[in-house]
């Protein structure tokens, strides 16, 4: 009797055993595909706007289960792109601009990170997008909180996220031609979309 009560207890503890096991979940870090992922911008004027990119750098984590729990992004912005101009010489000019103490001040603050506070669902009948990023963006040397909605897929190890939001230049003192009666006056809302992918 107590040789069958000794072997009931085992199995029931190694079946105990094997069912933790399987509920364990390991965090699983996926990193950014450098090659297919990009910040896209689009700066305007009351008259005219121009496009572009940055390339982006980083890594999401997950909970294992695919939930993910964190993130950490960096954006040199000397990878600065231009779409829109077909002229080099103009286009490069622009862009020398925008790396000058006028705007991004590269030679000072070299980087624009991301880092990632919560990920939450999100569900709006106005927007496709399925989960709200919060995180903190440092950018010339301030660092403020932001929101962006986000389209979130997970496939086959890979996870893909993409969402549009705007971005205040002024709130990280980004000031200069500010003046609406000025010559030129540039639009303090910077339109951003992210199109970034990931593998573990």
């Known amino acids: 009797m107590t040789t069958k009560l000794y072997v009931a207890l085992m199995a029931i503890s190694l079946f105990t055993a094997c069912s933790n096991k399987e509920e364990v979940?390991?965090?699983?870090?996926?990193?950014?595909?450098?090659?297919t992922s990009a910040l896209e911008w689009k700066g305007s004027a009351p008259d005219h706007f121009h496009i572009g990119a940055f390339k982006v750098s980083g890594n999401l984590q997950t909970n294992g289960s695919?939930?993910?729990?964190?993130?950490?992004?960096?954006?040199p912005i000397a990878s600065i792109s231009n779409?829109?101009?077909?002229?080099?010489?103009?286009?490069?000019?622009?862009?020398?601009?925008?790396?000058?103490?006028?705007?991004?001040n590269v030679a000072v603050h070299p980087n624009a990170t991301f880092h990632i506070t919560k990920v939450e669902p999100y569900s709006n009948t106005a927007s496709s997008a399925n989960t709200i990023i919060s995180g903190d963006f440092t950018m010339i040397g301030q660092t403020h909180s932001i929101q962006i909605p986000a389209v979130i897929k997970t496939e086959n190890n890979k996870i893909s996220a993409e969402g549009s939001f705007k971005l205040?230049?002024?709130?990280?003192?980004?000031?200069?031609?500010?003046?609406?009666?000025?010559?030129?006056?540039?639009l303090p809302d910077v339109d951003i979309t992210l199109k970034l992918n990931f593998k573990s």
Do not use: C
Not at 66 to 75: A, L, N, P, V
């Open 83 to 104: 779409f829109d101009l077909t002229d080099a010489a103009i286009r490069e000019q622009l862009l020398n601009h925008l790396k000058s103490p006028d705007f991004f």
């Open 66 to 75: 695919g939930k993910i729990t964190g993130g950490d992004f960096t954006i």
């Open 25 to 35: 979940t390991v965090p699983t870090e996926f990193k950014a595909d450098e090659e």
């Open 168 to 186: 205040n230049r002024l709130q990280w003192g980004m000031n200069s031609f500010n003046d609406p009666e000025a010559e030129l006056y540039i």
